[in-house]
């Protein structure tokens, strides 16, 4: 009887699939300088780079001294306010320097792309919250505070006009959240810049009882890992028996400046 003989069977041909090329892994990010003091606008910036996670190295300048206006400090911010920052990975990576509080966070939220928006009506909403507080609750604030804290004398005129304004503010801030834990309904950059100065609101005249949505949205804020790490930034530097009013070297730098022309 014939036998069959088996068919040999050849392994099917594979396919070759090109491999994709690995990734490169991204340098490590370098420390953004922050030139700060521990004011309310100082505080904006720990506190986005604490939220983003960000290392940073802070640079104290002092502004009850005048440290502001030394020339190495006025070219990153020419208007000799604090805060600033320089970051060494900036765009294309090449350092860049930032002056003014807003942009800084502006800039950091598109760095990391947290607590800002790609989306154009989001973004919208946050930036007219953030615009309010940089335009209207920051100087109303700061004035009240000096009004009712650090002038040489008392003007009842202008307490009444500063602090009446800051309780408007925090009228329109209360309405906004009466529905919404943020003001720009996920937590963002606008809820950074006017959380830091309505922790002031003693010093304003003012009691967050009276705002019960907005006391809500403050202590929400407060109550972040990040927050609470980056409102202590440089609290050793300051004295907290320290009143600029009392201090006539402070007083005499920080008010009644002219321009300089030199």
């Known amino acids: ?101 807003g942009a800084i966070l502006q800039y950091l939220g598109r760095k990391t792309g947290r607590f800002y928006s790609n989306d154009e009506r989001h973004r919208v909403e946050i930036d007219q919250w953030l615009f309010w507080q940089v335009g209207g609750l920051g100087p109303m604030a700061g004035q009240a505070h000096h009004f009712r804290g650090d002038a040489p004398e008392e003007i009842p005129y202008a307490v009444a006009r500063y602090t009446d304004e800051v309780n408007r503010l925090y009228g329109v801030l209360n309405a906004r959240l009466v529905d919404r834990d943020y003001l720009a309904g996920r937590y963002s950059i606008a809820d950074i810049a006017c959380w830091t100065w309505s922790r002031n609101w003693k010093r304003q005249g003012q009691n967050l009882d009276d705002f019960p949505h907005m006391k809500a949205w403050h202590e929400r804020i407060a109550a972040r890992p990040a927050v609470q790490r980056g409102r202590i930034v440089g609290e050793h530097l300051r004295d907290p028996n320290y009143q600029i009013g009392k201090d006539p070297v402070a007083s005499k730098i920080l008010f009644g400046q002219r321009a300089r022309t030199s």
Not at 44 to 63: G, R
Request: with cysteine.
């Open 1 to 101: 009887m014939a036998t069959k003989k088996a068919k040999r069977r050849t392994a099917p041909t594979r396919k070759t699939v090109p491999r994709k090329a690995p990734t490169p892994k991204r340098g490590k990010q370098r420390p953004i300088e922050l030139y700060f003091w521990p004011t309310s606008n100082g505080l904006k910036i720990s506190i986005m780079l604490e939220e983003c996670k960000l290392p940073y190295q802070m640079k104290p300048v002092n502004i009850n001294r005048g440290e502001q206006f030394h020339p190495d400090f006025l070219n990153i911010s020419p208007n000799n306010r604090i805060p600033a920052v320089i970051d060494p990975d900036g765009p294309d990576g090449k350092p860049i320097g930032i002056f003014e509080s």
